[in-house]
């Protein structure tokens, strides 16, 4: 009997759990048994690492061969165990030295030939092999990068089997040609998720450069993303076609500040686990945009998928924009499904195989036409749609949705003058540093707490620790009084009161800036909402 084990790691959401690839090898007939609650395609992996093995010069054992993946409690999925298989069994074989793979964490797909192909998820992988003590990892030279990312592991990437063992070996490292079909560590989503992300940018999730400045009119509109921005705050757009609805929600990211090296490991974490990450970018470092079309599914939107569960829009715009262009286009059952995630930052799916909890602290931008057929505005009165379709298309947005929405902001449609206008509209940069003055004022303001923007504070928290000026809540609390204020309402009033405080360089809101968030909230401006710049 010749037994021998490496190290590999299985993802389950977007942590790694170190799995033990263990290879045992018997007289009997020639046979290759997997074991230890591997998926179909674990299982396709024995013709993988048998072929692979063969056509990289190895001699492939003709006994009984029995690999088992511990522990098998873990439901383990992908192809990003071939190495390890691979590997192991050589060394039960005595084809390679088992002392040399002690310390080596191995991860990466097989073709036939014995290439080795990039996977999903190699960062959140190497940071839960770092967590375990692991400073030496073999990963795929297309993963090299994105594993080079976590400090105090030393990364080794290969293209082939025939370099590792050569590796291992102390022999000389054989040259072995790039790939040309291989298009990267960016693989083709999931079947769930096929379709549901609308290209902006030639790497789909990400976004081009785009400027504020391009946004023809809409002050007011211009002001209200430059509040969501700067306090993390939800934002709902109302108007017809051609208003700019799009163009401001696209360009929303481009002033929203850039990530912090451990959001950046974060989100790069996820879109790593989704397949997401573009060629050549193995860290995403600017906020992320995620647009999927109003045809998407549940799992699309919230993660799901056969198997353990993906991640899905939601957690692709972590830390980012989630950007919904004609809402009341959306399945109600997908609407309503933001709510949990809206709350807690997270999203908790479950299904048979097991229950996972995804980040998923996102801007959600909702974009709506007025009605059904989008002419209704102020300006323009060539609608034939009555009042109760306009209410009925509207209210497609449950109530409970738009609760947790900050700001509401009705644009009208564009005149031939505000088309024509030249200059006078800030650029993005201009924009972005008013936002990055804001958020540091408000990181400064709440550097005991957990928090870190606005719109992350609990009310409770707001109105205890964080107090107004003397009558600055008047306003809002007539409105309650009248029924045109929930208690979550006026939570989410208090929140937006602050950011406009801080937009503006005061210590706290006063009672214009709670006005002026009461009117973003109803849609009815009532306050001061300048429209060059903040003083």
Known sequence: MAFARTRSVALVGVDGVIIEVQADIEPGLA????????????????????????NSGEEWPQRRLTVGLSPAAVPKSGSGFDLAMACAVLAACEGVDPGALADLLLIGELSLDGRVRPVRGVLPAVLAAADAGFRQVVVPERNAGEAALVPDVSVLGIRSLRQLLAVLRGEPIPDEPHDVGDSGVRDPLSTAHSGAMLSRHGQGLYRPRLDMADVSGQPEARRAVEICAAGGHNLFLLGPPGAGKTMLAERMPGILPALTPAEALEVTAVHSVAGALPAGEPLVTEAPFCAPHHSTTMPAVVGGGSGLPRPGAVSLAHRGVLFLDEAPEFSARVLDALRQPLESGTVTIARAAGTLTLPARFQLVLAANPCPCGRFSVRNQDCGCTPVMRHRYLSRISGPLMDRVDVRVTMNALTHRDLLSTGGAEDTITV????????????????????????????????????????????????????????????????????????????????????????????????????????
């Open 31 to 54: 046979c290759f048994t997997l074991v230890g609650l591997p998926d179909k395609s674990l299982n396709e992996a024995r013709d993988r690492v048998r072929a692979a093995v063969v």
């Open 432 to 535: 972005a540093e008013r936002v990055r003055r804001a958020r540091q004022r408000a990181i400064e303001r709440l550097r005991d707490t957990p928090w870190r923007t606005n719109a992350e504070v609990p009310g409770h928290e707001l109105r205890s620790r964080f107090p107004m000026a003397a009558g600055a809540l008047a306003p809002a609390e007539q409105d309650m009084e009248r029924g045109m204020l929930t208690a979550r309402g006026l939570d989410r009033v208090l929140r937006v009161a602050w950011t406009i405080a801080d937009l503006r360089g005061g210590d706290r809101p006063d009672r214009d800036d709670v006005e002026t968030a009461l009117g973003l909230r109803t849609g009815v401006l009532r306050g001061r909402l300048p429209a060059g710049g903040w003083s």
